[in-house]
């Protein structure tokens, strides 16, 4: 056999065995990733599965893992021990709003930061990252106070107020607006534009993914927030869904699982939803800069 | 309340558990800024209106901390007496567990608001009143007239100089629970034992069974407020935490009482730290338990669906019978308007009504507080039908209220549950775990013993 003849011979030998370690490292691969998914969606289908079952299923020993006839009623008994309509209102109102006004404020401010000359710049942004070190509870009280002299305890803007200067906004947002060219900004200053013409005409088109990674992260925290809502609301019709789920557990007596389950499945499937939607420019955002 | 004693209250009511952090900045806070009011009347929370309804009357805001299904129990009672009666319009506002409630008391208050009414633990009301911020039911009601409608072992808990501080509302006794059926399958007598040496006596053949694959163990220790039922142990093995503020969890009968329990679970392995030793009760993972009166309802439900029989009973003994109480009161705040007060004490004298406080007890599962209750005909025949019950009521008589330490002392009663976990989890010596922990309430007692003694 010539060298020649053999070559055509030899090739699909080692195609094969290159494509044989090709499949078995894909499947390695997803064989890792569905384990991945399984842990990390695990909890999650633990909640939605428990949320359908009775309160002895929950409690069985060994575990039910598929209810065995979905027991729908833990959600309208959640529904009527609390008005869980008014709490996922109230959440929307504050999330939503809140999110709007401090996203705002952080996108001015990082455009200051970047693109505004003014003195002791730096030093204020050394301030400003200090505060990002306080921790959150340290201000409750001063807040606490500061609201009820204004007369807006138990309201929305007693709700809203206190979390509007989002200093982590301002910083990830300074961040990535100094990444962008310079020359694009200089350019839009030569056509004339203004500070305010720019940021929204030109800068915030560019950091897109950045500002919608902003909004998420503060909408959840806003959606999320126990501790301030708990303080500064005192009725029932202002309260906001995490600490609904307060309504559905006594202390000192047995819990109502399946319910408290259920309530849960309402707090947290609207930011599943919202993930869902939006995870390619929240990857896209906290990506930003990685390649080369 | 001095500028001093409302430090003495932030400091002490908010560092607790969930809010630990929380409790930490605000208490340092409040210090560096000063800028609470400590003084002078206080506004109802977050405004709000008396709905047209019921539109002339007073409106009272009631705290409450009771979630499902003791919540809509009391909102029930709110709406019949707001049904009832045309001068006073009662608003029950939810804050969460006692301690969030709590916390968010101390807040409001410095913020100049506060309820009406607050349900205060009964370990939380004392900060309230070493912090002067409790005013006195007496002068709401006539002369005897507290005596004469409260049970008064209860009734006694909140009396303090004199006065009567703390009304009881929501209070609760642990019990013994048993699996009958488990004991009759095991061929141990079927009745609650008379001491923990006959249950140990018992046990071997109690926890030879197997359920669903899962051997039985005898019994389950809660792991997060377990202090509570502890205490009746420490008591019943012949010690204490606390002989008045003087520290004895680390002497004699509270450690054999670990030691106990520590035996149990690492040398005979059949006890363990249990998250939430109700469920495992009712999964028959464990044969007995004692825990609090308020599990009842919820275990005979399990029971039911897992097809057993509860059985219910005194605690067992050692050296002695003791058992303790616990759960929540009612308590009014000084700064409050007085009639704002009186519309208040108004409700109160509304929930002491026999056949109200009967209502209450059986629909929360909690000890009828008032005196003339157990004689109502409903309370009467719950207690006829379902002798769980009638122990529990029967119990009543032979409680005392925990020890001072763990009453009275900041976050006594977290040190204590967390030096039981490290005995029933990492098997730690009682004396070991118990000696540190005395160490950090000897220090409490030397912080907090001159104001709590000048109170009481």
């Known amino acids: 056999m010539t060298a020649a003849n053999s070559l055509p011979d030899a090739r699909p030998v080692a195609t094969g065995s290159r494509s044989g370690v090709r499949r078995a490292q894909r499947f390695g691969l997803y064989a890792l990733l569905v384990l991945v998914a399984v842990i990390a969606g695990g909890p999650l289908y633990w909640l939605i599965s428990s949320a359908l079952k009775t309160n002895p299923q929950i409690y069985s020993y060994p575990p039910h893992w598929i209810p065995t006839d979905l027991h729908w009623s833990n959600f309208s008994d959640a529904w009527r021990a609390a008005p869980f309509g008014r709490f996922f209102l109230n959440s929307l109102i504050v999330s939503v709003i809140g999110t709007a006004i401090e996203l705002t404020a952080a996108l001015l401010c990082a455009y200051a930061f970047v693109f505004l000359p003014f003195p002791g710049k730096k030093v204020l942004f050394l301030f400003l990252l200090g505060a990002m070190m306080v921790p959150g509870h340290v201000t409750l009280l001063p807040n606490f106070l500061t609201i009820a002299q204004l007369g807006w305890v138990n309201s929305y803007a007693g709700l809203i107020a206190p979390g509007l200067g989002s200093v982590f906004g301002t910083f990830l947002l300074r961040q990535h607006m100094l990444t962008l060219p310079q020359e694009i900004t200089d350019a839009a200053k030569i056509d004339g534009a203004g500070h305010l013409r720019i940021l929204f005409r030109v800068v915030l088109p560019m950091s897109r993914p950045m500002v919608i990674t902003v909004a998420l992260v503060v909408m959840v925290g806003k959606w999320n927030d126990f501790i301030w809502p708990l303080i500064v609301t005192s009725s029932t019709d202002m309260r906001t869904l995490p600490i609904g789920l307060l309504f559905l557990k006594n202390t000192e007596t047995f819990a109502n699982w399946g319910a408290i389950l259920a309530g849960a499945v309402m707090v947290v499937v609207p930011v599943l939803v919202m993930f869902f939607f939006a995870q390619r420019y929240i990857i896209a955002g906290l990506t930003q800069g990685a390649g080369k | ?456």
């Not at chain 2, 009143?129 to 008064?152: I, K, M, Q, V």
């Open chain 2, 1 to 456: 309340m001095t500028r001093t004693a409302l430090r003495e209250v932030t400091g002490p009511v908010l560092d607790r558990r969930r809010m630990l952090g929380a409790g930490a900045g605000l208490g340092l806070a409040a210090t560096l800024s000063a800028c609470g009011q400590t003084t002078g009347p206080v506004a109802q929370p977050g405004g709000g209106s008396v709905p047209d309804a019921f539109r002339g009357r007073t409106r009272v805001v009631l705290w409450s901390t009771f979630a499902d299904p003791v919540g809509p129990a009391l909102q029930n009672l709110v709406d019949a007496f707001n049904r009832e009666q045309r001068d006073v319009y009662v608003e029950v506002q939810f804050q969460g567990t006692y301690d969030e409630c709590a916390q968010k008391a101390v807040i409001s208050l410095l913020g100049a608001q506060a309820p009406d009414l607050c349900v205060l633990s009964d370990v939380k009301w004392y900060k309230f009143y070493f912090g002067d911020a409790l005013e006195p039911w007496d002068s709401y009601f006539a002369r005897g007239e507290l005596e004469r409608t409260y049970n008064p072992r209860l009734l006694s808990e909140g009396v303090r100089k004199g006065h009567t501080w703390w009304l009881p509302l929501a209070r609760s006794t642990p019990l013994f629970y048993y699996n009958k059926t488990l004991f009759k399958k095991a061929g141990v007598p079927v009745r609650p034992p008379e001491s923990y040496d006959e249950l140990y006596d018992w046990s071997r053949h109690i926890t030879r069974q197997s359920v669903g694959g899962k051997r039985v163990a005898l019994e389950g220790y809660q792991k997060v407020d377990g202090d509570w039922q502890f205490q009746c142990s420490a008591w019943q093995w012949g010690g204490a935490y606390s002989k008045g503020l003087d520290v004895t969890i680390d002497e004699g009968g509270a450690v054999a009482a670990g030691e106990w329990q520590r035996k149990l679970i690492f040398r005979d392995e059949i006890a363990y730290m249990a998250t939430e030793p109700t469920a495992d009760m009712g999964n028959q993972l464990i044969a007995t338990l004692v825990t609090s009166t308020g599990a009842l309802k919820k275990i005979n439900e399990m029971a039911k669906a897992n097809g057993w029989e509860l059985g219910t009973g005194f605690l067992p003994k050692k050296e002695k019978f003791a058992v303790n109480t616990g759960g929540g009161g009612l308590g009014i705040f000084k700064r409050v308007p007085r009639e704002r007060k009186e519309a208040a004490a108004q409700f109160v004298r509304f929930l002491a009504r026999p056949e109200n406080a009967a209502r209450w007890a059986i629909e929360t599962g909690y000890l009828p507080v008032v005196s003339a209750a157990v004689k109502e005909p409903t309370l009467v025949k719950l207690m006829k039908n379902d002798p769980a019950f009638a122990t529990a009521v029967r119990q009543l008589d032979l409680t005392r209220p925990c020890d001072q330490v763990r009453m009275m002392i900041p976050n006594a009663n977290v040190r204590i549950y967390t030096a039981l976990q490290r005995i029933w989890s990492a098997n730690t010596s009682a004396q070991q775990a118990f000696a540190e922990v005395a160490d950090q309430l000897r220090k409490g007692v030397n912080r907090y013993g001159p104001m709590i003694e000048e109170h009481l």
